[in-house]
């Protein structure tokens, strides 16, 4: 089994979210603020994707709020190629141009939520139902690592879509 990158590093994640939901604790606000705070923290810190090859298959699961949710899978073998797609957006340069601490969140939000978006994405070109979302995300490098696992693993030729 191969889990892409980043790893969900649920420790982590867990640890944050007990500090902040102890923190919030002790405010002086009322419990409802105080529960639609860790609310929230609760999604930002466990809704995440893993991805993962396995047994000649791709599995992609999504966890909300620290709940696994149901994992899709779909059969290698029935996949033509892998599609890197990048799209053009608010990049490094224009955080800068908007602040330092802007490219900060910036990066920190690219780990804490990471399936939300980004400019960089693979697919794998299936034969019937579409290209499936293997990842996306803002950072070049986990970009650069999860495609050369992709490679190393199924074989499938590369296509370069969108600009």
């Known amino acids: 089994m191969t889990i892409l990158r980043p790893l969900p590093r649920l420790g982590i994640r867990l640890v944050a979210f007990a500090a902040l939901a102890a923190f919030a604790s002790i405010g002086e606000t009322g ?41 899709k899978k779909f059969q290698l073998d029935r996949c033509t190629d892998i599609e890197t797609f990048w799209e053009e957006g608010m990049g490094v340069e224009w955080a800068w141009i908007t602040g330092g601490p802007f490219w900060i969140l910036w990066t920190i939000f690219d780990w804490i939520v990471p399936w939300l978006g980004g400019t960089y994405r693979l697919r794998l070109r299936r034969v019937k139902g579409g290209p499936a979302l293997v990842w996306q995300g803002q950072s070049e490098a986990n970009f650069q690592a999860n495609l050369a696992l992709l490679q190393n693993n199924t074989g499938l030729p590369v296509q370069r879509a969108g600009r």
Request: net charge positive; glycine share 10%.
């Open 31 to 71: 419990w409802g603020a105080k529960l639609g705070f860790c609310a929230a923290m609760a999604f930002f810190l466990g809704s995440y994707r893993v991805a993962r090859l396995n047994d000649g298959r791709f599995e992609r699961r999504m966890v909300i709020m620290f709940v696994p949710l149901r994992t």
